[in-house]
């Protein structure tokens, strides 16, 4: 690709990348996360690292769930994106930035276990997790913490009263003794309250799982089974992703897969593809209408068939002009 | 047309059965009369509408359609081109056929009411254009949007 096509088309990442470097509240756990997954690409370089062990899947119903961050960060090294799912444990009420777990799509799952690079985990609720030690340690830490912290406290208002002792102007005699005699007292009288103790959350355990209430209501909304042109869609993104290309789906463009030339993070799609089988019969008004899409968002579409010699077959679809 | 007083008047022939090029198609022998009426519409477009160069008709036997082939004006590549009904159906199998012709295909829909409407198709990955610059980086401007609509 051009180096004036490849400036063009990249997606800014300087917004993202200042966000990173602003403390507080401007740090957004979720693009740490993708640019930890897409790093670990780099640094793996060429898809012949297989080598590396095989990533846990876990199944919730029929849908393949990821959850460990070494396993996503090897999903992403394996040029595969899949979806996250999960809500971030700071920013909850929000559907812009996403945490784990990572959806694979049902394509992705497959690449993987022909890959022989993915395994099933086991059910969690036949383990058992030693769930009452890990309360028990929970509870633990928590103590230690809030001791910590209470001392912490304490030391906090100390300096504060002190600052306010020596900022007060020195006529008002009065104001200094009751200052100093509440210094005297704060160290009999100083509670730190459990409401405003700061509780850590740790999210990179691995032992990540969801209740069994949760888990039946998951199954209630499992996905459906195999479609018809599932085989087709599976051809496509095996022979688009081997030609190094990255797909996800594409639900919002009316396709089957949105394909981009590097990792979604840094690039723009450029096509739609559709997946038929050679002898589909498609109405030509749909035709009409993803080429029509796909030319209001700048991306071709493409028409993707498997051939009867395990090749797969593209036809692009553009914008004639000729109005 | 408005009636003549008196007896009835005779239609006049219709101008599309007569005209040669629609007869030469018909001669080609193909059932799909609908899809006869179109690629006559399309002829007539890039004939008389957009003036383009050595337009004639061509039969697909594996298709059972009339094929066009034209060039846009002196000395530019040709094209076939695939007029269908709207209302149809197609394969990507037939697409590919035209495709192996060799040459780059338009598909043109033919709507009820004769609208137009050329789609370029092309065998392989053809990427597409970059958008237009210059570029500007929102970078902060979208944070500082948000917060301030919050």
Redesign the interface.
Same mark, same amino acid.
């Given at each position: 690709m051009k180096r004036s096509e490849l400036c063009s088309r990249r997606k800014s990442s300087v917004g993202i990348a200042s966000s990173l470097v602003l403390p507080g509240r401007r740090t957004c756990p979720q693009v740490v996360l993708m640019e930890a997954l897409s790093c670990g690409e780099r640094r793996l370089g060429s898809d012949e690292e297989y080598a590396a062990p095989a990533v846990g899947v876990s199944l919730c119903d029929s849908a393949p769930l990821v959850w460990r961050m070494q396993d996503l960060r090897a999903v992403r090294a394996q040029g595969l994106v899949g979806a996250l799912l999960g809500s971030l444990p700071r920013t909850p009420r929000q559907n812009g930035r996403l945490g784990r777990p990572l959806l694979l799509l049902p394509e992705e799952e497959g690449l993987l276990r022909e890959r022989r690079a993915a395994a099933a985990l086991p059910d969690r609720c036949q383990q058992d997790w030693g769930g009452a030690e890990l309360r028990q340690k929970h509870e633990e830490e928590e103590k230690k913490s809030f001791e910590e912290q209470s001392v912490l406290a304490l030391e906090d208002r100390k300096l504060a009263l002190l600052r306010a002792m020596t900022g007060a102007e020195s006529g008002a005699t009065s104001a200094d003794e009751a200052l100093r005699r509440r210094l005297q007292a704060l160290d009999q009288n100083f509670t730190f309250p459990q409401s405003a103790m700061a509780v850590q959350l740790s999210t990179a355990r691995a032992g990540l799982s969801y209740c069994p209430e949760a888990r039946a209501f998951l199954q209630a909304y499992g996905p459906t089974g195999a479609e018809p042109r599932c085989d087709a869609r599976y051809q496509v993104f095996r022979d688009l992703r081997g030609r190094g290309f990255y797909l996800t789906s594409a639900g919002k463009f009316g396709g089957d897969f949105l394909v981009y030339p590097g990792d979604p993070l840094r690039f723009h799609a450029h096509f739609i593809a559709v997946c038929v089988s050679l002898d589909e019969s498609v109405c030509l008004l749909d035709v009409l209408a993803v080429a029509r899409l796909g030319s209001n968002v700048k991306k071709t579409v493409l028409l993707c068939s498997p051939g009867p010699d395990a090749r797969v077959c593209y036809t692009s679809l553009q914008w004639s002009g000729m109005i | 047309m408005s009636g003549a007083s008196g007896g009835e008047k005779r239609p006049p022939p219709n101008w599309i059965l007569q005209h040669p090029a629609y007869q030469q198609m018909k001669d080609l022998q193909i059932e799909d009369s609908a899809q006869v009426h179109a690629a006559f519409l399309v002829y007539m477009d890039l004939t008389e509408v /957009?003036r383009w160069k050595e337009v004639s008709c061509v039969k697909s036997s594996e298709l059972q359609v009339v094929l066009l082939e034209a060039r846009e004006k002196e000395g530019a590549p040709t094209l076939t081109i695939l007029p %269908? =009904?709207? @209302?149809?159906? #197609? *394969?990507?199998?037939s697409? /590919?056929h035209v %495709?192996d012709r060799g040459f780059p295909v %338009? +598909?043109c829909?033919v709507a009820a009411d004769s609208t137009l #409407?050329?789609? /370029?198709? *092309? !065998?392989? +990955? #053809? *990427? =597409? !254009?970059? =958008?237009v610059?210059p570029?500007q !980086?929102?970078? /902060?401007r979208? @944070?500082r949007k948000r917060r301030q609509q919050r």
């Open positions: - | /957009r %269908l =009904p709207a @209302h149809q159906s #197609v *394969t990507h199998k697409i /590919r %495709l %338009l +598909l829909a #409407v050329y789609q /370029r198709m *092309t !065998d392989g +990955l #053809v *990427t =597409p !254009d970059p =958008p610059g570029f !980086d929102m970078g /902060r979208q @944070h």
